[in-house]
Structures are given as structure tokens and as C-alpha cells.
């Protein structure tokens, strides 16, 4: 398939913010996703954004979708150790498997 | 409480064995899905379904089969074809109602596959 593109590590400092990126490169998706993996775990969901969309915010989370670049981010403010496990940005249409990235590992330090 | 199981947690293949990982979802959703993920690859599709007594070839299908007998079951066997089986894997579904529509997926816990 189609390739997304992600960093595979960020270190951010407790109560600082992170920013997570992914290019991606199906002009055709409709949707992007943004999912959480802790250890020894499944994906769990935490956001998604619909392509006509440039901004989504939900808490701590916001998402910003640049659909010229094929770029994607997900910000989250107050970064605590919780936060620590892997980010994959996911491409999908409708009807079809989603398109997942490597992943990023997130490190919260003290 | 409404999700999708996968059994066993951790599960051990001798060589030239084949063995069956289960799922099932109780969200009654129609499409389910079979990934792969191996360290630093993140997520390869195998197998997935749309519908029951349907199903299509992923990217990595090689070694694996599945059956779609049930809407709410997925199971997926690892043959003794699949020369490197060792991996965590990762069943999935959706509601996958047709055109214009987020396909969210939901995900089990995952079962570690081992080789003795």
C-alpha cells in the first residue's frame, strides 16, 4: 500500500508538549487516525480527523491536518508519564484495512 | 461489556505445527481484520473480512489462512508454512458501513506468538 511516514522517537520532558508527525502519501484517504499502544497491550484510538477538516481538538489532544503537504500531527499539551507508549498515525478510506505507520515511542521523563 | 477477545495471551508453535488464534467481537460489527506486528515494522494486514463467508488476502498472507463462518468470529491459523511466525498479533473490526464513512477500528489485546 501507500506509505506513511512517522518519526520512530520522541523524548519530551513531564508537563511539556509533544508533537507527533506523519506524511502520508494517499491523496485519496478520507479519514486519518491517531492510535496508542502501551506495552504489551492493543491499539487503543484516540482521535481521528476527516479529510475536509484542519483542526480537531479533544482535551489535551489537538490534531492538525495539512491535506497540501499530506501532513499530520497530533499535539498533546501536559505531556505526563502516562503518556509514554507508541503513536501510530493510521490512513484509511472507507471500507478497507487502515494504512498504519511504524509507529513513534513516546518517553515522558521526569 | 461490548469488545473484541483474543485467546490465548501467549501462545507457543513447535516446528511444523499449525495453530489457531481466536477472535471474537461482541460490537456486531461486520468487517474484522488479522495484523502482524513485528518490532520497528508496525502493522501488516494478513487477512480481513467484510462480511461473512468472505474474506480477502492482506498484504503479508503468505503461511496464514482464515475462516469467516460467523459474524462475530475471526480466527486465524498459522501454518507450518509461515517460516518465521514469531510476532504479536492483532485482530481488529469495524462497522464498515460502505462509502464516506470513518472506518474506526477497534482492537483486541493481542496474542504473542512464540516458536519452540
Known amino acids: 500500500g501507500e506509505d506513511v511516514e512517522q518519526s520512530l522517537f520522541l523524548s519530551v520532558r513531564e508537563g511539556d508538549s509533544s508533537v507527533i508527525n506523519c506524511t502520508y502519501t494517499?491523496?485519496?484517504?478520507?479519514?486519518l487516525y491517531w492510535y496508542k499502544q502501551e506495552p504489551g497491550a492493543g491499539l487503543q484510538l484516540l482521535t481521528y480527523i476527516f479529510s475536509n477538516m484542519d483542526m480537531k481538538q479533544d482535551q489535551r489532544l489537538t490534531v492538525l491536518l495539512n491535506k497540501k503537504d499530506k501532513h499530520l500531527s497530533l499535539r498533546i499539551a501536559d505531556t505526563q508519564t502516562g503518556d509514554s507508549a507508541i503513536y501510530f498515525c493510521a490512513e484509511g478510506n472507507s471500507g478497507y484495512a487502515l494504512n498504519f505507520g511504524k509507529g513513534t515511542s513516546l518517553l515522558v521523563t521526569p | 461489556d461490548g469488545g473484541i477477545t483474543q485467546s490465548p495471551k501467549y501462545l507457543f508453535r513447535k516446528e511444523g505445527q499449525n495453530v489457531t488464534l481466536s477472535c471474537e467481537q461482541n460490537l456486531n460489527h461486520d468487517a474484522m481484520y488479522w495484523y502482524r506486528q513485528d518490532p520497528g515494522q508496525g502493522l501488516r494486514l494478513i487477512y480481513y473480512s467484510q462480511i461473512v463467508n468472505d474474506f480477502q488476502k492482506g498484504d503479508i498472507a503468505e503461511g496464514y489462512s482464515v475462516s469467516r463462518e460467523k459474524k462475530e468470529s475471526f480466527p486465524l491459523t498459522v501454518t507450518s508454512a509461515q517460516k518465521n511466525p514469531t510476532a504479536f498479533y492483532l485482530c481488529a473490526s469495524s462497522i464498515d458501513v460502505g462509502s464516506s464513512a470513518k472506518n474506526i477500528q477497534y482492537f483486541g489485546a493481542g496474542t504473542r506468538l512464540s516458536v519452540l
Open positions: 494517499d491523496s485519496s484517504s478520507t479519514y
